[in-house]
């Protein structure tokens, strides 16, 4: 448990106006105020302590540092999970109502952002990659909920995800510029496969990747990385994806990589790939390959109502060329299907499965066999 002294501490930090003395400094002279008969060795310590939970996110900090671990969850009790190979344990802590509100306050307020009763829901980028997701009361009336996805520094290449056959097929869609589009449920490795598919990337290709939060880490000499900013809790500031798409079709891209498609970003994105910026990747949420283009296809209507479904079916079709399915099987993901588009807006699904569930098909729907 913080000590009402250790809050204080931190309160007058957190609330401190001043942004050019080092936090260092900083803390050491409210530490000198608050506790004026603390001899140097304790003063030290409780510096050092305090530094730590200040700049890192406390008694979580080894959690989020654990390689096992893929999200830390806090509920509103205060009880804390995580996630291991793919399955929530108690992470053997317990925080106060406190250390979870100073927790939240300090990664939003590094990157100039508030939630509070008035704006309970937040969502930002850690300083390490990792994405943090709070809801506040009153919306979560059991108290404050937060959850955080880890940044993993790990790069799998395309074996990693299974057979070898699968990596050498999706190598060869790179190589040829094929629109990829990656499908799967929460945690499920797509921004990890879209980074392992990034390495077959031309490296003289330009690269502009367009995120809500910037996970990717793309190994090529020429990225150029936008990410999307939420409002000020005003109203005031945001910029969303498809703002971000619109803006890197004039930075010359060879290819765009937008992280994940769940919005009205994917009028402009289709509409790139279907004009010749082929080789893009997205991901997106989705149960099949059917409803991958299915929910494309929903995502764009919601852009622009006054489109024929007919028109937006054909334009989809025609922009994305093959969808990836990958899942998690324990601590591993893996590449579970691989299908071509068809064109065809006639056609009942528009895709036809290459790979799927360990069994090879040809481009007529029949199960085969790859040597």
Known sequence: MTSPTDRVIQRRFLDDPRRDVPARTLLAEI???????????????????????????????????????????????????????????PGGLVMDVDEIRLVVERAFRRNGLAVDRSHPIGDTRLADGSRISVVLPPLAPDGIHVAIRTFSV????????????????????????????????????????????????????????????????????????????????????????????????????????????RGAEALDMVWAMATGHDGSLSTCHAKSAADALARLETFVL????????????????????VVVGVRRIGPQRRVVSVHDVVADPAHPTGVEPVYADGRWFDRSGRAGSRA
């Not at 608050?34 to 939970?53: G, M, Q, V, Y």
């Not at 150029?224 to 500031?237: F, I, S």
């Open 154 to 261: 790990e790069r799998l290449g395309l074996d990693a995800f299974g057979d070898a056959n699968v990596a050498e097929l999706l190598r060869r869609d790179v190589g040829r510029h094929a629109n990829i589009v990656v499908f799967g449920p929460t945690g499920s490795g797509k921004t990890t496969l879209v980074n392992a598919l990034a390495t077959g990337i031309d490296p003289s290709h330009r690269v502009v990747t367009i995120e809500d939060a910037a996970e990717l880490r793309l190994d090529l000499p020429h990225v150029v990385r936008l990410e999307g900013r939420p409002d000020n809790g005003d109203g005031a500031g945001r910029v969303d994806l498809r703002t971000l798409v619109r803006a890197a079709l004039r930075l010359r891209p060879d290819r765009i990589i937008v992280g994940e498609v």
């Open 302 to 321: 919601l852009a622009d109502g006054e489109l024929p479904h007919s028109a937006v079916r054909s334009q989809v079709r025609s922009a994305v060329d």
């Open 31 to 89: 530490i000198a105020d608050e506790l004026p008969l603390a001899d140097a060795a304790e003063s030290a310590a409780i510096l050092e302590r305090l530094h730590a939970s200040l700049l890192g996110l406390g008694r979580l900090d080894p959690l989020l540092h654990d390689p096992t671990v893929t999200d830390v969850l806090v509920n509103g009790d205060g009880r804390v999970w995580v996630d291991r190979g793919g399955h929530l344990v």
